[in-house]
């Protein structure tokens, strides 16, 4: 597929998942801010927080291909720290809406006004985190062209190679390592025999 072609197709699913996730985000910002009468800032951690859970389950298995040059728990914490980013920027964004622009005070004074602003901010917030996403991900996680040689100078492919030796070590390779172990012991007793 021309490379062209496949980030349209990536982006075109990275929006899909992207727009799930918002949807997620948007009802529970809106459920605590409108019902539960919760500062927009607290109410959008928490739903970003959520909806992130299903962003990156949906993202690594349809958008994004697993690199088999990092170990998961890399691929997991490059997700989280660039999602923990991006809810510094959400919640920034929101607050601005709805500490700056507006008075604070009217959670309580004019309740329909604060989730106006508290959803302006969301939505301005959602464009922006989705395109720090989108780039960061592509350019840490997404596995390279597999007809072409991979970058051994690339970000992503240092920190692939370091989580590799580096790190927890998963359940497959602490087995293996035992199994290695318990070879030599039980060829060199059935010699003594």
Sequence with gaps: MAPVKKLIE???KF???GIIAFVIDWGILNILVIFAHMNATVAA??????SLCFNYLASMKYVFVHRDDMARWMEVLVFFVSSA????I????IGFCTAVIIDPSTITTDPGKYAVYANIGKIIATVVVAIW????????LDAPDPTKPVNEKSMAH????????????SHRETEAAQETAAAPASDS???DD
């Design 90 to 93: 959400n919640d920034g964004i």
């Design 10 to 12: 990536q982006v075109l």
């Design 15 to 17: 929006g899909i998942v």
């Design 158 to 169: 240092r920190l692939g190679a370091w989580s590799l030796t580096h790190g927890p070590v």
């Design 85 to 88: 980013i991006g809810l510094l």
């Design 133 to 140: 996403n989108f780039v960061i991900r592509k350019w840490l």
């Design 45 to 50: 951690t928490i739903s970003f927080l959520i």
């Design 189 to 191: 007793k059935s010699m």
